[in-house]
C-alpha cells in the first residue's frame, strides 16, 4: 500500500503575542505626547479589540500605532476585521476589530477548489475550521502549500501538522 502524506491548512492567531502587541500599543499611548489628556485605550475583549478615542483622527493614530505592534509581534493584519465607527459616551468614538480565528466554509470551499483544479492528484478534505491537503507525493504538497501562499484568500494561512 503507498503511503499517503497530508498537511492542514489553517487560519490562526496566537493570542499570546495578540494581547502583548496590545500591551506595547497601550503602554505607548499612555507615554505618548499627542495622545497626552486623551482618553485613547486599545482593549482585548474576548477575541474582539476595541479601541476608543475622542475622535476619529485620534482613532486612525490608535489603529496605526496598534498596527505597527500587530506587524512587530507577527500578528497578521488580515485577521483583523474592522467595524464601523460609533459614537460611545462622552463625545468620544469606538470602533470594534473582530480577530477571525478558522477558516469559514466559504473560504475553505474556495480553498479546495483552487487545489482540485491545480492538482489533479490531490485529495482535499474540508474538516471544520482546517482544511486536510492529502498527496501521495511530497512534492505535490509542496508545490500546493506554495500554490496557496500565492493565491489571496483574504485571510492568513498557515500549514500545520506535515506528515
Do not use: C, W
Not at 503511503?3 to 496566537?14: G, I, K, L, R, W
Not at 485605550?41 to 478615542?53: A, I, M, P, Y
Not at 488580515?78 to 464601523?84: F, I, R
Request: hydrophobic content about 40%.
Amino acid at each position: 500500500m503507498a503511503q499517503e502524506f497530508s498537511f492542514d491548512v489553517v487560519s490562526e492567531v496566537d493570542r499570546n503575542e495578540l494581547r502583548n502587541a496590545v500591551n506595547l500599543a497601550q503602554k505607548e499611548i499612555a507615554t505618548r505626547y499627542d495622545f497626552k489628556k486623551s482618553v485613547s485605550k486599545v482593549d482585548l475583549d474576548g477575541d474582539d479589540l476595541v479601541l476608543l478615542s475622542d475622535n476619529e483622527g485620534k482613532l486612525h493614530s490608535v489603529i496605526d500605532l496598534l498596527e505597527e505592534k500587530l506587524v512587530r509581534r507577527k500578528v497578521p493584519l488580515k485577521a483583523l476585521q474592522y467595524g464601523k465607527v460609533e459614537a460611545a459616551l462622552g463625545g468620544t468614538v469606538r470602533q470594534r476589530v473582530a480577530v477571525t480565528h478558522g477558516i469559514a466554509d466559504e473560504k475553505a470551499k474556495a480553498v479546495g477548489k483552487l487545489l482540485r483544479q491545480r492538482f489533479k492528484k490531490v485529495k482535499v478534505q474540508i474538516q471544520g475550521d482546517t482544511v486536510r491537503v492529502f498527496s501521495a507525493k511530497k512534492d505535490e504538497l509542496q508545490a500546493a502549500m506554495q500554490a496557496l501562499r500565492d493565491e489571496d484568500f483574504g485571510i492568513p494561512l498557515q500549514f500545520t501538522n506535515y506528515r
